[in-house]
Structures are given as structure tokens and as C-alpha cells.
């Protein structure tokens, strides 16, 4: 399975493409678990079962983001940092960055 070039890295491939139908299958699960949440809120079920439903999509979400985040430490950062030079410290910089999002989100 080929990945397509994006404007970012162009000819390159992903670190999550060996894994890309596993992540398209849970997202399309927290896809149907948020579907399921807003049809608590219009069936007014009880707050404290929404929000338990609620916590589950997020640690849906955020499983998803740290395998993503591993892969693309353990491909596109190692790989940067085994070519050295400005994109070694700036793929650094930019999973830095992402690690910032997920610790405030």
C-alpha cells in the first residue's frame, strides 16, 4: 500500500502507513461512538451517562494520537535525526510541539 506524497515531505512515507486501516478502523469507531453521543443528548438521557460516554471517545482519541505520535518518532523523527542537519532539528522541534498539544488537550 502506497502513501501519497503530501506538500510537507513529497516522495516520502509515513511512519503510520503500516498501521493506516487499523487507525481508519478505530476512527470510524470513535466515529460512531460520537454519533451515539449526540443521540443521548437529543434522547435527554441522564447527564452523568453522557459524560461517561464522553470520556470514552476522548481516551479513544487519545490512544489513537499516541500510537500516531510513536510512529512518527520511531519513522520520521529517527529518521531525520539518522540524516542529521536543519530537518533533524526541526522534525524534533515539531514533535515537541505535538507532544505540547496532547499534554494540554
Partial sequence: MASVPDE???GRVHGYIHHKDDHLKRLRRIE???RGLQRMVEDEKYCIDILTQVSAVTS???SVAL???EEHLGHCVAEA???GG???DEKV???SA???RLVRS
Wanted: aromatic share 0%; net charge negative.
Fill in 8 to 10: 510537507q515531505s513529497p
Fill in 32 to 34: 460512531g461512538q460520537v
Fill in 60 to 62: 479513544a482519541l487519545q
Fill in 67 to 69: 500510537g500516531l505520535l
Fill in 81 to 83: 535525526v539518522a540524516a
Fill in 86 to 88: 536543519p530537518e533533524a
Fill in 93 to 95: 522541534r515539531e514533535a
Fill in 98 to 100: 505535538a507532544i505540547a
